[in-house]
């Protein structure tokens, strides 16, 4: 499928079309690696190797592939220094930190709604 272009008002998008722009959009960030690397980059900006330390569990992988794919929407900025090693660093842009705000808040409800959540489990898998 083809991603429809985007064109007009952003109030005239329609978020639910299959061929949506909107709906890359939500896989490029709705992803747990992703959500996790936004939330820890909200915090200022990382050096990959620090990075990947405050996003336990990601691979080197996954962690490069995720921060491209951010890159690419614009809401990652990677900036490499010309040293030896070079140095690379990673920063949320302005629609990166607002994103990070939302991601922030989801981090909140997860943390209150964890016990309901987990018993809610239980029960069902009993």
Not at 56 to 83: A, C, F, W, Y
Request: aromatic share 6%.
């Amino acid at each position: 499928m083809v991603t429809k272009q985007f064109k007009g008002l952003p109030e005239d998008a329609d978020l639910r079309r299959a061929d949506s722009l909107a709906r890359e959009i939500f896989s490029d960030v709705a992803t747990k690696w992703a959500l996790l690397i936004i939330d820890a980059l909200g915090e200022g900006t990382l050096r990959f190797s620090a990075l990947r330390d405050e996003v336990e569990g990601i691979s080197h992988k996954m962690l490069t592939q995720n921060l491209r794919v951010l890159e690419r929407d614009g809401l990652v900025v990677r900036t490499v220094h010309p040293t030896v090693p070079p140095k690379v660093e990673y920063t949320l842009t302005e629609p990166g930190l607002a994103l990070r705000e939302t991601v922030h808040r989801m981090c909140d409800w997860t943390r209150q709604h964890l016990a309901h959540i987990e018993a809610s489990r239980h029960r069902f898998d009993a």
